[in-house]
């Protein structure tokens, strides 16, 4: 009697299917972990345009920007700049090679301006900061430059801070001198491999300026070199996880808040504004000058 057909066994036997692949992890989230407009540039612009102080002996307020090298101080300030005029500035020099030393040698103020008007805020650049203790700014030179001690067009000194017997040390501030808000300029594409001598620089110059009440904000800055999601669509920043972990890792590293921390991009190849850039700078700058009144305005002295 033959084998049925239906009984033949396939020797060897075929080896079954592969499963398929897991999918990789959406790097987005359903929807904006941080409630933001992207249409309120225009807004924004006006309400810091019509900005009063609530100090009537001080014209305007003094922000000290600091940060490492290469993070974007100068060009985070030229951007705002840029924001309000509609156009690329470069008022606050920066460095276009790769370098390990700062490029910012002097203590220089920045006011902002839109069109022809000059609004009551002054950025203040200053050396930026490096892991070693002699290179780059000094945790004293910053600390003291915060209370108004550093004359504009100090130049720092790299192998000592300045002291109070120095002739550029300003012995008696007032408050027109004093700066009422430190913004952190960090870079959020390496922020995760940075130095911790350098954070604990950075804590450091934190835990004495809070002792006194001084507001401080994070701007961190490189986000679309952080994130390919955002590289893309900016307006992707809110809804990607990545960016979101970048400052919960800040946050966590420095102990500032999550929401005294805003991502921004800083103009670098554009040779146009963007209103998407625009927005984002705008709103950080609003959450820094309202703090940095808050504090001109709960004080006469420090």
């Not at 430059?145 to 017997?165: C, I, M, R, S």
Request: include cysteine; glycine fraction near 6%; aromatic fraction near 8%.
């Amino acid at each position: 009697m033959g084998i049925s057909e239906s009984k033949l066994v396939q020797w060897p036997p075929s080896p079954s299917p592969s499963p398929p692949a897991p999918s990789p992890p959406n790097p987005e989230l359903k929807e904006q972990w941080r409630k933001f407009d992207w249409g309120q540039k225009e807004d924004l612009k006006k309400k810091l345009e019509k900005f009063c102080l609530s100090h009537d002996k001080v014209k305007d307020i003094k922000i000290l920007v600091v940060g490492p090298i290469g993070a974007g101080k100068s060009s985070f300030i030229n951007s705002l700049d840029s924001a309000f005029l509609g156009r690329i500035s470069s008022r606050a020099l920066v460095n276009s090679s790769a370098s390990d030393h700062s490029f910012t040698k002097n203590l220089k103020g920045f006011s902002i301006r839109s069109g022809k008007k000059t609004l009551p805020f002054v950025f203040k650049d200053i050396m930026g900061l490096e892991p070693k203790e002699f290179e780059g700014s000094h945790t004293e030179d910053i600390i003291s430059a915060v209370f108004g001690h550093v004359t504009d067009g100090y130049k720092f000194n790299e192998e000592k801070p300045l002291t109070d017997g120095d002739q550029q040390f300003n012995q008696n501030p007032n408050l027109s001198d004093q700066c009422f808000c430190l913004v952190y300029v960090l870079p959020a594409d390496v922020f995760q491999y940075t130095d911790d001598r350098l954070i604990d620089k950075l804590k450091i110059i934190r835990q004495r300026i809070s002792d006194k009440g001084i507001s401080q904000v994070v701007v961190m800055t490189k986000m679309d070199e952080a994130c390919p999601l955002v590289q893309k669509d900016l307006r992707k920043m809110y809804t990607s996880k990545k960016i979101k972990e970048k400052m919960e890792l800040c946050s966590a590293k420095l102990g500032v808040p999550m929401t005294n921390i805003f991502p921004v991009k800083n103009y670098h190849n554009e040779i146009d504004t963007d209103d998407n850039i625009d927005v984002l700078l705008l709103k950080a700058l609003e959450q820094i000058v309202q703090l940095a009144d808050d504090r001109l305005l709960g004080s006469d002295s420090y």
